[in-house]
């Protein structure tokens, strides 16, 4: 079992529509959540970072995590066609030097 | 603010030879990370060096190795390459601090093994 899971998707989704997207994960260690941008050939861009339980916003963008579940998600309310991209799940341990990931969602965004 | 820089962009090699990646920090960085990506797979974590000397290491065998020279730049180096070894390499370089550390990824090279 991989330590991060990640809905594979893709998902297709009219313009203006909520999406969100989901990742579960095993290790009680994993204190800081991440969420990544990958477009088509490019390196993981940071969308958004948490470090305890609860809701971060950003914009369009919000970022869900509950340690008891082992579960974080993120919305993205609105959703234009620019954000068509793969997005990634991470996580780290609070002395780990790596990021966990997960196999990423590819999202298109329908005019 | 320079971002994060690799060369080259693509790379095909034969299978049993040997790659040198490269890439270079951002600007003020002291810590740089490579990461494997596969098709459709999320990155998975090489190794990270740290004031020249590796500071970590994921599930990968010892013919990947890698430097971390003075000005922070970085080499990713592949030995007796495999089939599966095909995949995005991604370089990350980020600050230690205490906190959190947030890692900047650079484009990748793809490399291609037949």
């Known amino acids: 079992q991989k330590e991060v899971e990640q809905d594979p998707g893709p998902l297709s989704v009219p313009e203006g529509a909520i999406v969100s997207l989901n990742c579960t994960y095993s290790n009680s260690a994993f204190q800081y959540f991440m969420w990544y941008r990958q477009y088509s050939r490019k390196g993981p861009e940071l969308l958004m970072y948490?470090?305890?339980?609860g809701n971060k916003e950003d914009g369009r963008f919000t970022a869900q995590v509950d340690k008891s579940s082992k579960y974080i998600s993120l919305f993205i309310r609105d959703s234009q066609p620019s954000d068509s991209a793969t997005y990634l799940c991470a996580m780290r341990g609070g002395s780990a030097r790596q990021l966990t990931f997960g196999s990423g969602t590819q999202l298109t965004v329908l005019p | 603010e320079t971002g994060v820089t690799q060369s080259p962009t693509h790379l095909i090699k034969t299978r049993g030879q040997q790659v040198t990646l490269r890439c270079s920090s951002q600007s003020g960085h002291n810590t740089v990370s490579w990461y494997q990506q596969a098709l459709g797979q999320g990155p998975q974590f090489i190794f990270q060096y740290y004031r020249e000397e590796e500071n970590g290491r994921g599930n990968f065998p010892p013919r990947f190795s890698g430097l971390q020279f003075p000005n922070y730049s970085s080499e990713l180096n592949v030995n007796a390459l495999e089939l599966d070894d095909s995949a995005l390499y991604l370089c990350?370089?980020?600050?230690?601090?205490?906190?959190?550390?947030?890692?900047?990824f650079g484009p990748g090279t793809r490399l291609t093994v037949l």
């Open positions: 990350a370089s980020s600050i230690v601090s205490l906190m959190y550390n947030e890692q900047f």
């Open positions: 948490t470090y305890s339980s």
